[in-house]
C-alpha cells in the first residue's frame, strides 16, 4: 500500500481523516485538566451548607468563577469529543451519522456558552 | 454484507465471557455518557442561580428531594467511576500497566477508588449538614 502515498502524507503522518492525533490529543488534554479541577469541585460543593446564597457567594469568588468557566469549557469539550466517537462507533448510515455529530457539538457548544455565562453574570453581579 | 448472506457467523457478544475488564469499559462509555447530561443538570442550576433566588427555588427543590438525592448520588458515583477509569486510561497512554495482571488489578482498583471517593464525599455532605 505505501507505494500509493506520496512521501510528504507520511511525513505528515496525519492519516485518511487528516487530522492526525488531534481529536485522541485533545481528549486527554481536557481529561488532564479535569482531574484536579473535579475534585475541587465535587468536594467544594459536598462542604458547601446548601442555598443560593452560599452558592452564588462561592461563584462570586474571581478564582472559584476563573475554575468554574475552565471545567465547565473543559467539560464540553471533552463530552463532544467521547460522543463524537460514540456516535461514529454505533451510526453507521453516513448522513444520519453526520447530522448527529453536527448536532451533538452544537448543543454542547450552546450549553457549554449558557453555563459560562451564568457563572459570569453571577460573578460580575448583574 | 448483505441481510442474508449465507456465509457462516462468528459467535454472537453473548457467548463470551464478560471479564471485569470488558465490563469496565462499557462501563466507562455508558458513565460518560451519563456525565453529559449532569453537564446539562449542572448548567441549569447555574442558571437557575444566576437568575436570583426566585428562579433557583424549584431548582433547589428537586435537588433536594428523594429524586434529586439519588440523581446526585448516582452522578457522583458515575463521575468517579469515569474519573478513576479515566486516570487508568491515562497510565496507558504513557506505556503504563498494559501487563494483563496490572489490567485486571487496576480494574478492581477502579472499582474500590471510586466507592471510596463516592462515600467520602457524602460524608463530607451529612458532616456539613
Redesign the interface.
Given at each position: 500500500m505505501d507505494e500509493f502515498r506520496t512521501p510528504l502524507s507520511r511525513v505528515k503522518g496525519l492519516g485518511s481523516a487528516k487530522e492526525g492525533t488531534t481529536h485522541f490529543w485533545r481528549q486527554r488534554l481536557t481529561a488532564l485538566v479535569l482531574t484536579p479541577l473535579l475534585l475541587w469541585f465535587c468536594f467544594s460543593l459536598a462542604a458547601m451548607p446548601v442555598g443560593h446564597a452560599t452558592l452564588v457567594a462561592w461563584i462570586a469568588q474571581p478564582a472559584v468563577a476563573v475554575a468554574l468557566i475552565l471545567l465547565i469549557f473543559a467539560s464540553f469539550y471533552h463530552a463532544q469529543l467521547g460522543l463524537q466517537i460514540i456516535i461514529e462507533d454505533y451510526v453507521s448510515t453516513h448522513s444520519t451519522r453526520t447530522i448527529s455529530i453536527i448536532g451533538m457539538s452544537f448543543l454542547c457548544l450552546l450549553f457549554g456558552i449558557i453555563g459560562v455565562v451564568a457563572v459570569l453574570k453571577i460573578a460580575l453581579g448583574t | 454484507m448483505t441481510a442474508h448472506s449465507k456465509l457462516p457467523l462468528s459467535p454472537h457478544l453473548q457467548i463470551y465471557r464478560l471479564p471485569l475488564t470488558a465490563l469496565l469499559s462499557v462501563i466507562h462509555?455508558a458513565t460518560?455518557?451519563v456525565?453529559?447530561l449532569g453537564?446539562?443538570i449542572?448548567?441549569w442550576v447555574?442558571?437557575a442561580?444566576?437568575n436570583?433566588?426566585e428562579a433557583?427555588?424549584p431548582a433547589?427543590q428537586h435537588l433536594?428531594s428523594w429524586y434529586g438525592q439519588l440523581f446526585l448520588f448516582g452522578m457522583?458515583f458515575s463521575?468517579y467511576l469515569h474519573?478513576c477509569n479515566?486516570?487508568r486510561?491515562?497510565f496507558w497512554?504513557v506505556g503504563m500497566g498494559f501487563e494483563l495482571e496490572t489490567v485486571a488489578k487496576t480494574a478492581k482498583l477502579v472499582f474500590v477508588a471510586a466507592t471510596a471517593?463516592t462515600i467520602a464525599?457524602?460524608l463530607?455532605?451529612i458532616f456539613?449538614?
Open positions: - | 462509555r460518560g455518557v456525565l453529559g453537564c446539562l449542572l448548567v447555574l442558571a442561580a444566576a436570583g433566588p433557583f427555588e433547589f433536594a457522583t463521575l474519573f479515566g486516570i486510561h491515562l497512554d471517593l464525599t457524602w463530607v455532605v456539613v449538614e
